[in-house]
């Protein structure tokens, strides 16, 4: 929601959970979002249409002292089809700062985004195939939400004769604030059953990782060698009765600082003109804190877990490659969930999750590439979870 379309240069694709870098959450795989540092020529995007529809999009870059400043910006908004107009009205900026120092570089990037709208929602079929209501109508016409995200970033990249070295440090700061009613009158007949859910979160963390070229063993070898760290502080994290976006009770609110720290090594081998490998290993550790208005539901955890990654590929013709890969991944449960005891509503007693839950992925796959504009791969895979919570 937060990246405009424009500035975006590529999307780096990892499929799996064969990628020693990619830790929590990484398991069907990963994209990162290049952002591009400058552009050539400004821009300006204007667009407009039904139902309310228009954006207004911009940017443009130039000198900024020994570097290069890049700037831009969106603003949509919509109203959809529906009784009840969506409202939305969406603003994004976009601020970078980019310099080369010899075989260094270093870019600053700030990033800031709110958004506001009404929602339909879901409407009861029968309701509509009776008349009761408009197949575009609402039951209740005051949900929605709104959100932000203000984010801050700084990163180094510097190339050697035989490595490269990478730096990351980032803060970011987002709240989230949603009115949300998915049975209208089944749990209460009179008042509805509309329900707030609240967040404000600031992350902090950082990355850092080296990769150094080296020959031993009658081969060629890559080796990565990387850092990871970052903390969660969520400040009132609540889900509360309300009506008509005034709230009529509580229902859980807690405040949650989690920090996860994860290191991995890599090792990519050319072992024949027509064979490589990569294989890795990730260790990620786990801490939870968990301050609950129902002190039975507080407490704090600590996990750890060792995710080892391999991969073998080989390559038949000069255009195609076969390729087999396993690993271990994992995904982290919610921090409320490690540490509770009490149901909030009932207060009958519930069992505790796993903090931290394993993941075991396989594919086998053949790359064809007849020329350098086309790249096809045909895979069998195999993906499971240990567990997957709602």
Known sequence: NFIIPEFVDYIDYRLGNYHAAIGDFGSAGGAEFRLRQRLAPPFVSVSSGAFGFARLAGGRSGAGGAGSLLLGGEAKGYNGPWRVDERLRKFS?????????GSSRISLLGLAYHNTWDASDQ???????????????????????????????????????SSIERVQLFGIRSALDLYSNFTYFLDDPSGGD???????RTILGGNASRQQQVAALGAEHTLTLGAQHRTDFVDGVGLYRTRARTR??????????????GIYL???????????????????????????????????????????????????????????????GFHSNDARGTTITL????????????????????????????????????????????????
């Open 93 to 101: 900026g976009l601020a970078r700062y980019s310099a080369q120092r």
């Open 123 to 161: 409407i009861p079929e029968r309701a509509v195939a009776d008349g009761a209501l408009d197949r575009f109508g609402q039951v209740d016409p005051t949900l929605g939400g709104a959100t932000e995200r203000y984010s801050l970033s700084a990163e180094w990249n510097h190339l050697g004769r």
């Open 194 to 200: 509309q329900f707030n859910q609240r967040e404000g």
């Open 248 to 261: 009529t009770g509580t229902i859980r609110e807690d405040d949650i600082t989690e920090g996860s720290s």
């Open 266 to 328: 890599e090792a990519e081998s050319r072992w024949r003109p027509r064979f490589r490998s990569v294989v890795g290993v990730r260790g990620d550790v786990f801490t939870f804190d968990v301050r609950s208005a129902v002190p039975a539901n507080s407490g704090a955890r600590t996990a750890g877990i060792v995710s080892p990654k391999l991969s073998l590929a080989f390559v038949p013709t000069q255009s195609s490659e076969l390729y087999l890969s396993a690993g271990l």
């Open 343 to 390: 149901d909030p509503v009932t207060a009958s007693p519930v069992k505790r999750v796993d903090p931290l839950v394993r993941s075991r992925g396989a594919e086998i796959g053949l790359r064809l590439s007849p020329n350098a504009m086309w790249r096809s791969t045909v895979a069998l895979w195999s993906l499971s979870l240990d567990s997957e919570l709602l």
